[in-house]
Each structure stands twice: as structure tokens, then as C-alpha cells.
């Protein structure tokens, strides 16, 4: 993304869409273990139990997925915008939690969850919101 900021709002669900954020899987990471994650992983996956960088062929693919979604909005003249992904391969925290890796910017409203903290837009504000709370 260009270094101009970029104003998010979300006035309602149901007007065309204009501009959306389309994330990238570069650097994703499988996130480390940590009580709200353990019910979304099924059982027989592959992930469970690990966490860190994803293969190379799964990001390459994931990418070619948004890169072709990307290019079909684009088509329909709605103005994309793609994050600059970041090494997400490193702990992150606050004072009340802390995680071993950050997810990804795939999809882009996890830059600001890493693993434990949902964003929601509505209007002109961002909105925090913790997963879990022991």
C-alpha cells in the first residue's frame, strides 16, 4: 500500500462497494496455541499442534486466490487497496496477554487481531475486541 493514509468507514452493509482491502498471505503463520484457537482447529488437522511460518506452496497458493479476487473487483471498478505484509514470525503482546507469532494480513482486519484481538468497523471508528477473557 502507498504511504497515503487511508480513511476505513462502513456506514452499512448493503450500499456497492467501493474501496475494500484485500489482504496477503505472504509471511502468514500458523498462530500458537492459545485457548480460543484450540476450538477453531479441527481435530485431524494438519496445523494442529504446530504453529510458525506456513509453507511456501500454501502461501503461493493463497495468493493467487486474492490476487485473482484482487483483480475481479478491480474489473468491476471497485478500488482495491493490498496491505504490505510485515514479519508476523515473532511474538507480539500487552500486559494481559501474550502470543508466540501473529497470524498474517490475510485476512487484513488480523493485523490488528494477532491472535487475540477482533477489530470491527462501524462508521469512521475501529473497535477492539478481546476473544477470550479468562
Known amino acids: 500500500m502507498s504511504s497515503e493514509k487511508i480513511k476505513v468507514n462502513s456506514w452499512n ?10 489482504g496477503r498471505a505472504d509471511g502468514v503463520c500458523i498462530p500458537a496455541p492459545e485457548p480460543a484457537l484450540d476450538a477453531k482447529v479441527p481435530e485431524d488437522s494438519d496445523m494442529r499442534g ?16 486474492l490476487d485473482d479476487f484482487s483483480n475481479t473487483l478491480i474489473k468491476r471498478g471497485i478500488k482495491v487497496d493490498r496491505p504490505t505484509p510485515i514479519n508476523f514470525d515473532q511474538p507480539i503482546s500487552t500486559p ?10 490475510m485476512p487484513p482486519r488480523d493485523v490488528l487481531r494477532s491472535n487475540a484481538i477482533e477489530a470491527v468497523i462501524i462508521s469512521e471508528a475501529i473497535t477492539e475486541a478481546a476473544f477470550e477473557i479468562d
Not at 50 to 65: E, V
Open 13 to 22: 452493509e448493503w450500499d456497492p462497494l467501493k474501496h475494500v482491502i484485500v
Open 96 to 105: 494481559d496477554w501474550k502470543s508466540e507469532t501473529m497470524f498474517g494480513c
Open 50 to 65: 504446530k504453529f510458525g511460518p506456513r509453507t511456501k506452496d500454501s502461501i503461493d497458493k493463497a495468493n493467487q486466490l
